[in-house]
């Protein structure tokens, strides 16, 4: 598999970034309430960031050591944030997601969560899944628990400067 495909859902079109996704992704990325519920995402957020972010893509699919992709509505293509495998090792595909605020609420993250594991299952060879989340973002916890990703421990683990609690899972698929 070269090139990185599409991948439908009923009310999203998971999609590999291009460089004018650049923009959009600082903007929906640089909210201040996404950075503080992801581990890797600073803020500020700026736009040379989301373009050597998005520049690393393409080379992570050709290697198979990972997969980003855009998640975007089908309705009107808008993009509305990620799904992906930043890490996929032996087998083990480690989960990232992040929905833009405005986005919040409506099921994204686990739709478009649920429609790549599936992918990556049956396309990349996947046997276990891991995914982890700030112990304060319920909102992650739940997509996870819809997943059906088991619990294993709590870490504290240092990110951009400051301890943080974080929340493992890992499951075979």
Excluded: C
């Excluded at 990185?4 to 923009?23: G, V």
Aim: charged share 25%.
């Amino acid at each position: 598999m070269n090139s990185q495909p599409n991948i439908d859902t009923e009310r999203l079109t998971l999609r590999p970034f291009a460089e004018e996704d650049s923009e959009i992704v600082a903007q929906l990325a640089g909210d201040k309430r996404i950075a503080d519920m992801t581990a890797n995402i600073p803020h500020p957020y700026e736009l040379n960031m989301a373009k050597t972010w998005i520049a690393t893509h393409q080379a992570k699919w050709e290697s198979g050591k990972g997969a980003v992709y855009a998640v975007t509505l089908k309705s009107d293509q808008q993009l509305i944030g990620t799904v992906s495998f930043p890490s996929i090792e032996e087998g083990v595909g480690v989960l990232g997601y992040w929905i833009g605020v405005p986005y919040w609420g409506n099921g994204y993250a686990y739709e478009a969560s649920r429609a790549l594991v599936d992918f990556a299952k049956e396309h990349l060879g996947m046997r276990y899944l891991e995914v982890m989340h700030l112990e304060e973002n319920q909102q992650s916890q739940s997509v996870i628990n819809k997943l059906g990703v088991k619990y294993t421990d709590t870490r504290t683990n240092r990110m951009q400067g400051k301890e943080r609690r974080v929340k493992y899972y890992r499951t075979k698929l």
